[in-house]
């Protein structure tokens, strides 16, 4: 499967999803309306770690994307973990064909299970599925009055950090913003909570200088929220005014009970002008949180 470049930037974002491996292509055409042509009302769906390929999660993420799918959002963005094993093609081929009612634009984040720096070759791999902007691995898009920006928590050497190259790319594009909302993408989350999940300590937070940089930024910025995934669960935080989303409830096995967010869901989010808000809902149609 393959998510086109926008064909006219700031005019219309084009985005063409294909299996780009299988034998047998199935071609879907999308069109996402950028900064001048969507509406300053819309919508999109986050969720992540769903992990195609393992049949337990496939059957979760089925009916998680198509619970999602039956809100009309105006695109996805997947905050990782898109496959089990890195590198592996038959588990691409299966989540491309877990995603073909996929009918809007379907933006990635690179997991710790989709590219793997010890895996030979995973991350040509993942770059062969897709042909997104930038260098593929972080990127950004615009879309009504809000800028969408990708980020990539494992670069080789770079593991668990934003910085070097990346993180100056980032200050640029913040710095050059003119868009009302700012919402941030990155497989692994700055705040995870003590004793909710495994990975406290062991994401973003595991260098904390560079993570409270990288906050610092984000505060510089008035960005509007941080979505990530890595825990499979749920939690909401709110740091320095910004509320930091794990939504990593896509399909893989729980990190956590129910009452501490250990449900598979997805997460609506509603942009409308000034305003934006959220529900998280489980793969029950039950809404488990607004914000």
């Known amino acids: 499967m393959r998510i086109i470049k926008p064909l006219l930037p700031l005019l219309i974002f084009f985005a063409t999803i294909t299996n780009g491996i299988a034998a047998q292509d199935q071609l879907l055409q999308q ?75 379907y933006f990635l984040t690179v997991g710790n299970h989709d590219i793997h720096g010890e895996v030979a070759g995973s991350e040509d791999i993942y770059k062969a599925q897709v042909d997104l902007p930038g260098n593929e691995l972080y990127y950004s898009f ?66 904390k200088e560079d993570r409270d940089r990288l906050q610092a930024l984000f505060v510089k910025h008035q960005v509007t929220a941080v979505f990530a995934g890595h825990e499979h669960l749920y939690l909401r935080k709110t740091v320095d005014g910004i509320p930091h989303i794990i939504a990593g409830g ?21 942009v409308d002008g000034e305003k934006v808000s959220g529900e998280v809902v489980d793969v029950n149609g039950k809404v488990r949180d607004r914000f």
């Open 142 to 207: 615009v879309g009504g009055n809000s800028l969408f920006i990708v980020l990539d928590s494992y670069i080789k050497g770079e593991d668990k950090r934003i910085t070097g190259e990346q993180f100056k790319w980032l200050e640029q594009i913040l710095a050059a913003s003119k868009q009302k909302h700012t919402f941030v993408f990155v497989h692994h989350p700055l705040y995870p909570e003590k004793g909710k999940g495994k990975h406290h300590g062991n994401s973003l937070d595991r260098y």
């Open 250 to 270: 896509g399909g893989a096995p729980l990190y956590a009970k129910d009452e501490d967010g250990g449900f598979h869901h997805y997460v609506f989010v509603t």
């Open 31 to 105: 069109k996402l309306a950028s900064h001048e042509k969507l509406s300053s009302k819309f919508s999109f769906v986050v969720f992540g770690d769903n992990r195609a390929g393992d049949p337990a999660c496939d059957a979760v993420y089925q009916k998680v994307l198509a619970a999602a799918l039956e809100r009309k959002p105006t695109f996805i963005v997947n905050t990782g973990d898109q496959i089990d094993k890195p590198g592996n093609i038959e588990h691409w081929k299966r989540f491309w064909e877990l995603s073909k009612s996929v009918a809007v634009p």
